[in-house]
């Protein structure tokens, strides 16, 4: 057996009362359920802190959402890159070919479209992966004046295709976006 003494006062008079504690734990007891309050606490703090840094992130993965044909030429519309999608990766057209020369006519035609002034270089290619191959390329260049003319982007994509495929992810997803 345990005593406890309490002590109040009130206008300067004392009073002291004597409480016998039977079971000397309880204030253990009632310690230990203050501990248990703080991990509780704690414990909802975490689990919500991760949930909405879950929300947070499953967010920041979900795709922009998709703007019309008609969208302003400054933002990009999705739908916009499909419809020349369809327009020029409709069959193979490999370097050299009369759809490869086609689809680079219809890569300027846009182009001047836009009010750009494209230039065509001629170049060589050269491959060296597994096997040499070698062609003559045409790089349609197109330069737009910037803020600052100390400083350049390069933005390119290749507009050919391998012999047997349309090329639509290859790389005319890249030219589409960039027109």
Known sequence: MSMA???ASKHGCSIAILIEIENPRYIEVINMT???????????????????????GIRSLTSPKVLPVDAPPSE??????????????????PVGSLANEQVANYIVTQLEAMGLSPEI?????????????????????????????????ALDAHYDSMPFTPG????GSGVASLL
């Open 168 to 171: 639509a992810s290859d790389a």
């Open 121 to 153: 270089r001629p170049a060589a290619s050269v491959r060296t992966f597994r096997e040499i191959r070698a062609a003559s390329v045409r790089n349609i260049v197109v330069k737009i004046p910037g803020t600052d003319p100390s400083k350049a982007i």
């Open 34 to 56: 203050e501990k248990s309050r703080f991990v509780i606490i704690t414990t909802v703090f975490i689990v919500l802190t991760l949930a909405l840094a879950g929300v947070i």
């Open 76 to 93: 990009f519309s999705a739908e916009r890159a499909m419809k020349h999608i369809s327009t020029f990766a409709q069959e193979p057209h």
């Open 5 to 7: 003494a309490l002590t």
